[in-house]
């Protein structure tokens, strides 16, 4: 077998082992229902839900990758890495999430009532 198939075929064998990992410990999917609720759920808050609105929602609040509002299978393993990363995640980004969640005028108390409520959804 030339090099050239050999490094192909370790490339797509490591590819194809490292793509099996990612739904290790993935939780169970979000129903129609789950979406639906998330979709509806705002910070009673006015202000908070306004920045709710145009920076956590559009990810947050619908089918979309990002863990909904108040699934808890989906945050349960966030959680238990403490409030402490959590906000630093939120803060400096991590993955597909940007830096400060795209809001950038809030604090750092907005942004824990953020999490809190993403992780609640109340």
Sequence with gaps: MPMLSRSLLACCA???LALAGCNAG???AATDSDVRAAEARRPQ???LAAKYE???LLCHGVRSGAPLV???PAWKQRVAQGEGVLLAHVRDGLNAMPAM???TDCSDAELRQLIDFV???Q
């Design 119 to 121: 992780i609640r959804g």
């Design 70 to 72: 108040g699934f808890e």
């Design 54 to 56: 145009r920076s956590c």
């Design 14 to 16: 490591a590819l194809a």
């Design 26 to 28: 993935t939780p169970s």
């Design 45 to 47: 808050d006015a202000q």
């Design 101 to 103: 969640g795209l809001c």
